[in-house]
């Protein structure tokens, strides 16, 4: 039985870059070579490059800080707080591979998420009685979307700096996929009343989808 090839550091840091959490790893990676910080200062400077769309727990960016600093990817000193009196503090810094592995990560392919999202599970199974109930789930996502939509608009115009020109793109890109569930989700809407209105036999009603 020929024996497994151990995978060499540059392989081994590719894999985890195309992982499930690989983008929040590279984002932390950017935020540390940044500027140092400790895991709550990051976490909170994460979810606001990142936005409300994504879901930054503090545990999670916790755990990626440690798994980050296995790899020798950043490293953490225990620094005094400005404040006298309180416990001193872990801060976490760049180390020499700090660079290379982010601009490995920004040239990585990854892979697009699979979609799973909960409606389409339900709409898969649903039974003629279920109509009502997953009108009113649609109905609730997208207000949900709407309201995410409306905190994530772009700017679109000309911007100061890199940063904020990279900032607006990510708001433009999530603010387009947030168009899209809406845009769905009142499509659906319409079809499922449209469908019980022919099955009850009255006329159809023309309807638009919410904007």
Same mark, same amino acid.
């Given at each position: ?11 081994? #840091? ?34 606001? !490059?990142?936005?409300?769309?994504? !879901? ?6 916790? !755990?990626?800080?440690? #798994? ?64 009502? !109930? ?8 997208? #207000? ?68």
């Amino acid at each position: 039985m020929a024996q497994a090839r151990t995978k060499s550091p540059a392989e081994q #840091q590719r894999q985890w870059m195309r992982g499930g959490s690989a983008s929040m790893r590279g984002v932390l990676l950017g935020l540390v070579l940044e500027r140092p910080g400790h895991g709550g200062d990051l976490a909170n400077r994460m979810l606001v !490059r990142l936005g409300d769309t994504w !879901r930054v727990d503090t545990n999670d960016a916790y !755990r990626l800080l440690e #798994q980050l600093e296995r790899e020798e990817l950043i490293c953490s000193r225990v620094e005094p707080r400005k404040s006298s009196g309180r416990r001193p503090m872990i801060v976490y810094h760049p180390t020499e591979k700090t660079a290379a592995a982010l601009t490995m990560w920004m040239e990585t392919l990854l892979p697009r998420e699979p979609v799973r999202f909960g409606l389409h599970a339900k709409l898969a199974v649903a039974r003629a009685e279920d109509a009502p !109930r997953l009108m009113v789930a649609l109905r609730d996502y997208e #207000q949900k979307c709407l309201t995410l939509a409306k905190m994530v608009t772009p700017n679109g115009g000309a911007q100061a700096s890199w940063s904020a020109l990279f900032m607006d793109c990510t708001r433009e890109a999530v603010y387009t996929q947030l168009r899209a569930e809406i845009d769905w989700a009142a499509t659906a809407r319409q079809r499922i009343a449209e469908h019980a209105r022919r099955q009850s036999g009255q006329p159809a009603q023309s309807s638009k989808p919410a904007r």
